[in-house]
T-cell receptor
Framework: AQSVTQLDSHVSVSEGTPVLLRCNYS??????LFWYVQHPNKGLQLLLK????ATLVKGINGFEAEFKKSETSFHLTKPSAHMSDAAEYFC????????????WGAGTKLIIKP | DTAVSQTPKYLVTQMGNDKSIKCEQN?????MYWYKQDSKKFLKIMFS???????INETVPNRFSPKSPDKAHLNLHINSLELGDSAVYFC??????????FGSGTQLSVL
């Protein structure tokens, strides 16, 4: 069965320091993987997606994620956090396991300290 | 020029009432969705329509009835509202089954 696990419900970093949001997935097939961001009182926005091309995927706002098949991970990173990055981040997986429906992680709340 | 717009943004109502949430997209997408985000932030798909045809109908009480008058609109009607229906409901659209464009959400509070 397909699943996605975001390992941290909250991550707190200081402004200007690196960000790491962890995501592990399980899938019998090569999945498509996504990160979505939800800012307070706003809809969700696609940050980046992996669909079997380059394993290092660059997204908007300086975020990137690396697909590691051996570790079944798709962690989201950013070299330097900005106050505007404070939001909820969702890791999402899609594959033939679920008939290509999107399976959502529980979300990680990113808190940026000044 | 909002891509996916849903109204109202906030909806406060009493148990037992019937209410509707409207959604419209101007992206020319063929597929529209309703998602429910609960208090633990889990997002669960409720319905999906492709060209006005229902293609996904997850285990949702039949008090919830989606209506798609045309492919740019997907409204959600809820009968006999219950406390457990309180959540944020998101409308979304896509041209494929992958990249979704979301509305800003409707926060439903049932008292």
């Amino acid at each position: 069965a397909q699943s996605v696990t975001q390992l941290d419900s909250h991550v707190s970093v200081s402004e200007g320091t690196p960000v790491l949001l962890r995501c592990n997935y399980s899938s019998s097939y090569s999945p498509s993987l996504f990160w979505y961001v939800q800012h307070p009182n706003k809809g969700l926005q696609l940050l980046l997606k992996y669909t079997s091309a380059a394993t290092l995927v660059k997204g908007i706002n300086g975020f990137e994620a690396e697909f590691k098949k051996s570790e079944t991970s798709f962690h989201l990173t950013k070299p330097s956090a900005h106050m505007s990055d404070a939001a909820e981040y969702f890791c999402v997986v899609s594959s033939p396991d679920s008939n290509y429906q999107l399976i959502w992680g529980a979300g990680t709340k990113l808190i940026i300290k000044p | 020029d909002t891509a996916v717009s849903q109204t109202p943004k906030y909806l406060v109502t009493q148990m037992g009432n019937d209410k509707s949430i409207k959604c419209e997209q101007n992206l020319g997408h063929d597929t529209m969705y309703w998602y429910k985000q609960d208090s633990k932030k889990f997002l669960k798909i409720m319905f999906s329509y492709n060209n006005k045809e229902l293609i996904i109908n997850e285990t949702v009480p039949n008090r919830f009835s989606p209506k798609s008058p045309d492919k740019a609109h997907l409204n959600l009607h809820i009968n006999s509202l219950e406390l457990g229906d309180s959540a944020v409901y998101f409308c979304a659209s896509s041209q494929t089954n992958e990249k979704l464009f979301f509305g800003s959400g409707t926060q439903l509070s049932v008292l």
